[in-house]
């Protein structure tokens, strides 16, 4: 069935240092992507989305390339900052958009001064 | 424009009672969804409901739980007769419904934390 495989945390990274989160789906259907953000004791931000192949996602410093050839979104980010650190959840949605988001385990960072 | 509002935020219940966790979706959201993040888990998806409509409940347990979006207040999901397992978050999400590029977008709220004792 439709799933999304991230890579497991946590990551542990200093400050200025650049961060990547590996993330996969199952191409069942061409779906959109999406990277949230948990931040402790609160629900998921949408941080950024793609909707078709090659879109770039775009987001507070952070990117991710739709690649349809490698069934592959990750999540990277040029120099992180300690406000970074956080839960990041890989998702994906059926084309069609309505339905629900199925998600990645989530991936913890921590950025260190 | 207020966000999607999750209430309780927290909500502690003993073996055996009911736990009714409410949703308001955002303004205008006319579809709802259902998830729960067990300890250490991911999100996984329990239903999916449009108003006075469930349009998929693929990821709700067979007993016991039970949900509702009616045509005037909140999103209601139901637990009765809860147990030790059932401790988790509860996140809600909203979305327009609507056509347009940014229509399936979920929202989240905060989450209510369940702890079964």
């Known amino acids: 069935g439709d799933s999304v495989t991230q890579m497991e945390g946590p990551v542990t990274l200093s400050e200025e240092a650049f961060l990547t989160i590996n993330c996969t789906y199952t191409a069942t259907g061409y779906p959109s992507l999406f990277w949230y953000v948990q931040y402790p004791g609160e629900g998921l931000q949408l941080l950024l989305k793609a909707t078709k192949a090659d879109d770039k996602g775009s987001n507070k410093g952070f990117e991710a390339t739709y690649r349809k050839e490698t069934t592959s979104f990750h999540l990277e980010k040029g120099s992180v900052q300690v406000s970074d650190s956080a839960v990041y959840f890989c998702?994906?949605?059926?084309?069609?958009?309505?339905?629900?988001?199925?998600f990645g385990a989530g991936t913890q960072v921590v950025v260190t001064p | 424009n207020a966000g999607v509002m999750q209430n309780p935020r927290h909500l502690v219940r003993r073996r055996g009672q009911e736990a009714r966790l409410r949703c308001s979706p955002m303004k205008g959201h006319s579809h709802v969804y259902w998830y729960r993040q067990l300890p250490e888990e991911g999100l996984k998806f329990m239903v999916y409901l449009q108003k006075e409509n469930i349009i998929d409940e693929s990821g709700m347990p067979k007993e016991r739980f039970s949900a509702e979006f009616p045509k005037e207040g909140p999103s209601i999901l139901r637990i009765q007769q809860v147990v030790r397992g059932d401790s988790a978050a509860y996140f809600c999400?909203?979305?327009?419904?609507?056509?347009?590029?940014?229509?399936?977008?979920?929202?989240f709220g905060p989450g209510t934390r369940l702890t079964v004792t």
């Open positions: 999400a909203s979305s327009p419904g609507t056509s347009g590029d940014n229509s399936y977008e979920q929202y």
């Open positions: 998702a994906r949605i059926k084309k069609s958009g309505w339905g629900k988001l199925q």
